[in-house]
């Protein structure tokens, strides 16, 4: 017997395959005509919904951090944020499993959440539930769409949504790309903002001290750092200097370095004896400042008429009194805890005279703990043999060489922590 022939498409038939291939093509010209996700996701949806003759629909994309799908809806006048566990509600399990779900009654699966329609009045019929994937098969989102118009979702629709998935999955993963981009530059534009903020904090110039000389510097180990350092000129006879160093880095470093600038700068011109002044800014930076916050702080009170440096210490780093007729190191240790650490701190004060050619050397942890690529710290022995090596030079040349033993001991690697270094040298009588 004669073998029968393959029956052909029918006409049909090829001119439905033909039009679902110009709408794809047309699809997927439309999604080009935005990089906005939220504009997009209501581009994506209408235009499935238009060539799948469907109802209703709701487009979600796969969070994996949280292993949740999300979407924005219309809720009255305003869009909110809807979020589903993986593998809750058929949408849910489709994301889960990977499989697409076809119901010809969405009542009778088991899966189905029939909440939304009990609230709302909506009756929901037939349902497509598909995987959204991207060119690596990944899925990043579920296609969920309600209702045909004309009958049940068949075989066509399937592979039209398949097909259209490729093309959705780039135009989200373009628009996620220029979102992650954006947010960067409005990130970095903040910080750089927040860093110029902290830069106008710290004195442009320092003062001239009649029979001093000082010189000082902070070189933040991040675009934002937490040193902070300033001199504050009370009268002819009286100046104020400052070291402090905040737990942290980054913008909230930063926050908590202007609440100290403006309090400090607030309280410093009262009559307040420099403990009451001290306790004040605790109280200050306590209220102001979660349990992990604290700032180590350092201020002294020089009296270039009698040559007398009244200092309290607040947990920093000890500076050094370097006597040059001896000479020997002599730390200023008195003082108290860190700003912010307790509601209620005492703080005690110490003076020290200062004798002619004595240097006063003011730092933070970054000095001491700059690390090479060892893991060894700079230390404080290699700081006073370096301060020694050069206590006969000016401020500025005595700071920049401490600098340059700094940089060359840690190498190529990169800083890591703040540095801050004040060097207060009396040069005349």
């Given at each position: ?130 995987p959204m994937r991207n060119r690596e098969k990944k899925t990043i989102g579920v296609f969920q ?149 604290y700032i180590t702080f350092f201020i002294s009170v020089l009296n270039i008429r009698r040559h ?105 690697e990169p800083q890591s922590d703040d540095l801050t270094l004040m060097v207060l040298k009396r040069?005349?009588?």
């Open positions: 017997m004669p073998a029968k022939r393959r029956s052909k498409p029918s006409a049909t038939k090829n001119l439905q395959y033909i039009r679902r291939l110009e709408s794809l093509i047309e699809a997927s010209k439309t999604l080009n005509t935005t990089l906005d996700l939220d504009e997009l996701l209501k581009v994506i949806l209408d235009l499935a919904l238009k060539n799948l003759n469907a109802a209703r629909g709701t487009i979600y994309l796969l969070d994996d951090q949280r292993n949740e799908l999300w979407s924005r809806v219309l809720k009255g006048k305003d869009i909110v944020e809807i979020r589903l566990p993986l593998g809750t509600g058929v949408s849910g399990y489709v994301a889960e499993s990977g499989k697409t779900v076809n119901l010809a009654d969405a009542w009778k699966d088991k899966r189905f959440f029939s909440g939304f329609d009990v609230r709302s009045g909506f009756v929901t019929k037939t349902m497509l539930c598909m769409i309600i209702n045909k118009k004309n009958g049940l979702f068949d075989r066509e629709d399937e592979q039209f949504l398949e097909a259209f998935s490729d093309h959705v999955a780039l135009a989200i993963e373009n628009a996620y790309l220029l979102q992650a981009r954006v947010e960067k530059e409005r990130v970095e534009k903040e910080i750089q903002i927040a860093a110029d903020i902290q830069g106008r904090l710290l004195p442009k110039e320092l003062p001239a001290v009649r029979a001093y000389s000082v010189s000082a510097t902070a070189i933040p180990c991040k675009t934002i750092g937490g040193d902070y350092y300033d001199v504050i000129t009370l009268d002819e006879d009286t100046y104020v200097f400052v070291v402090a160093d905040v737990s942290g880095k980054g913008i909230p470093a930063a926050l908590l370095v202007s609440t100290l600038h403006a309090s400090l700068h607030a309280y410093v011109l009262t009559s307040l004896s420099l403990p009451e002044l001290v306790q004040k800014l605790n109280a200050v930076v306590y209220k102001n400042t979660p349990s992990e916050r007398q440096l009244m200092y309290i210490n607040a947990g920093h780093n000890f500076p050094y009194l370097v006597r040059k007729s001896e000479p020997e190191f002599v730390r200023l240790t008195a003082g108290g805890l860190p700003l912010g650490m307790f509601e209620n701190a005492e703080y005690k004060s110490e003076t020290v005279n200062v004798e002619s050619d004595d240097l006063l050397v003011f730092y933070s942890d970054g000095v001491t703990e700059a690390m090479n690529k060892k893991f060894e710290e700079y230390g404080e022995n290699r700081f006073r043999e370096c301060i020694l090596k050069y206590v006969d030079k000016d401020v500025n040349d005595l700071k920049g060489k401490v600098i340059d033993d700094i940089q060359e001991f840690i190498g190529s040069t005349g009588t």
